[in-house]
Nanobody
Framework: QVQLVESGGGLVQAGGSLRLSCAAS????????MGWFRQSPGKEREFVAS?????????YYADSVKGRSTISRDNAKNTVYLQMNSLKPEDTAVYYCAASLVLRTTGNYDYWGQGTQVTVSS
């Protein structure tokens, strides 16, 4: 069982930056690939980024955030991060972190957090 708690969301102006954090419980965090997803009103949840179970391993990004976002993890702190720069109003969404034993770019993750709201004003 893995419990995930996101933080770091908020209101930011377009062009600004935010760093989202996702703290995981349990000693098995290092076994899980981690992903970030987002969902805005009226839209389906979409993939944002994912990282393999070890820091420095493969990472994947959605085209919409590639070059503006960086996913990273600290297994000693049981935490995964999403650094987002040059934010745009279309980045406004609830952001979720998720854990999977398999590195994925789809939503078939095993555990999910409750989400953190990111609002980008124009």
């Amino acid at each position: 069982q893995v419990q995930l708690v996101e933080s770091g969301g908020g209101l930011v102006q377009a062009g600004g930056s935010l760093r989202l954090s996702c703290a995981a419980s349990g000693r098995t965090f290092k076994n899980y690939a981690m992903g970030w997803f987002r969902q805005s009103p009226g839209k389906e949840r979409e993939f944002v980024a994912s990282i393999s179970s070890w820091s420095g391993g493969p990472t994947y990004y959605a085209d919409s955030v590639k070059g503006r976002s960086t996913i990273s993890r600290d297994n000693a702190k049981n935490t995964v991060y999403l650094q987002m720069n040059s934010l745009k109003p279309e980045d406004t969404a609830v952001y979720y972190c998720a854990a999977s034993l398999v590195l994925r770019t789809t939503g078939n993750y095993d555990y999910w957090g409750q989400g953190t709201q990111v609002t980008v004003s124009s």
